[in-house]
């Protein structure tokens, strides 16, 4: 685009349609967008082929243009993707239609009838990057929550979500419903991005997703409302009372099982107590995954065909088979070490002790803090939400992964017959 008021003009009419789009789906039953919504899943069915081309094409220009492992897994669709995230549409048509729930409500002495309910928020807008997914999960559930979205999603999957935001534009207009309820603005490029940030009075709520870079940037420019969801630099720490088979799955599945997405441990604390019983296990199942290990002094001593930690591994999301490993004093000292390099999206204890388990759960001020578990469950699909917009880290309007009645905002409604006050 040659310049910022040319794009403006051009993307303009993109956001009134969206406006548009949004005002027909406030009147939207919830049949009709279920209807919607089982025939973006069918379209996605139909369209595995075409869509895997497309994807094929952004991996071999990711891959030209070094864009790294981590943001390569995250790109890719194959069949077997392409097919989960149809079946995850699928899953959202069960779910309960936020709109219009009674959050709360009273009569008051004068009869006059309050009641707070769900609304949707009415345009949506999307950053991200290098995942295509989200372009699925996003339209979906903005759609059932009754909402019309604008995306961008990227260069590096732009052929992906071209093909993708046309089928499911088919699907929309198959059941009747407005194309424009789901628009990409790819072909805008970043002058695009920057103008959906200041689209103030045409977008109601803006949601990023990816690196901190592309995050921290939307919440420093962005005019617009914006839910942050956040880098995760997420801790497991090995409590003294740890069940060392405990210890080695969990610690195992949390790096390993898919390394490069938010939900991914990055840093490993080990009681100094538990620190010879439990590390040698633990890492050697890490090495024979292919994880390199960044160890502290005390872990080098156990382990050592680790690699010596640096300052900037603490604080590092490596989205890769990298893990930083430290042994430290406590449970407070672990708790200490989460609130100084923690970006509050995920933590979790392997512990035997109760009152532990209970300190960790209430002191630690992360969005998700598990007990004895992988923090891979730190997702909206694994929460019963059939997808997930993102995982906020923010502390206003929405915390955590965020489904349904997250897109949704409220508003009062009250009925009277006459009444005035006094």
């Known amino acids: 685009m040659a310049d910022s008021a040319s794009a403006a003009s051009v993307l303009l009419p993109t956001l009134e349609a969206a406006r548009a789009a949004s005002l027909s789906l406030v009147t939207a039953t919830t049949q009709v967008k279920n209807e919607g919504l089982g025939a973006i899943a069918a379209g996605l069915a139909a369209n595995v082929d075409r869509i895997v081309q497309a994807n094929r094409h952004d991996l071999e220009a990711g891959a030209a243009n070094d864009i790294g492992a981590g943001l390569l897994d995250r790109l890719a669709l194959d069949e077997t993707r392409v097919r989960a995230l149809a079946d995850a549409v699928r899953e959202i048509v069960v779910l309960a239609d936020p709109v219009g729930e009674v959050v709360r409500g009273s009569t008051l002495p004068n009869g006059v009838g309050i009641s707070q309910v769900r609304v949707p928020f009415g345009v949506v807008g999307a950053i991200y990057e290098a995942r295509p997914n ?240 992988s923090t891979r469950f730190t997702d909206g699909g694994e929460f019963g939400f059939g997808a997930e917009v993102g995982i906020s880290t923010q502390k206003l309007h929405a915390r955590g992964p965020m489904g349904l009645p997250e897109l949704t905002s409220t508003k009062w409604v009250v009925r009277g017959a006459g009444h005035v006050r006094a």
């Open 134 to 373: 989200v372009t699925v999960d996003i339209a979906a559930l903005a759609l059932k929550s009754g909402n019309a979205v604008v995306l961008r999603g990227g260069s590096a999957a732009e052929n992906s979500n071209k093909v993708l935001v046309d089928v499911i534009q088919d699907a929309l207009e198959s059941v009747g419903l407005p194309r424009e309820c789901v628009q990409t603005i790819d072909q805008f490029g970043r002058e695009g991005a920057k103008l959906l940030m200041q689209a103030r009075g045409y977008v109601d709520v803006l949601i990023p997703r990816g690196s901190a870079d592309l995050i921290n940037t939307v919440v420093a420019e962005s005019k617009v409302p914006v839910i942050e969801t956040g880098a995760g630099v997420v801790h497991v720490f090995l409590d003294e009372s740890a069940t060392q088979s405990w210890a080695i799955d969990i610690v195992h599945n949390s790096k390993v099982q898919r390394p490069s997405v938010c939900n991914a441990l990055e840093t490993l604390l080990v009681h100094e107590n538990a620190a010879e019983r439990l590390l040698p296990g633990v890492l050697a199942k890490l090495t024979a995954s292919g994880v390199t290990i960044h160890a502290d002094e005390r872990t080098l001593e156990l382990y050592p065909d680790a690699v010596p930690a640096t300052e900037d591994d603490w604080a590092c999301e490596y989205l890769s088979l990298d893990l930083a490993v430290r042994v430290v004093a406590s449970l407070d000292d672990a708790m200490e070490h989460i609130r100084r390099y923690s970006t509050r999206h995920t933590e979790a204890i392997v512990t035997n002790d109760i009152v532990n388990a209970e300190r960790f759960l209430n002191e630690v001020d992360s969005a998700a803090v598990m007990v004895n578990t």
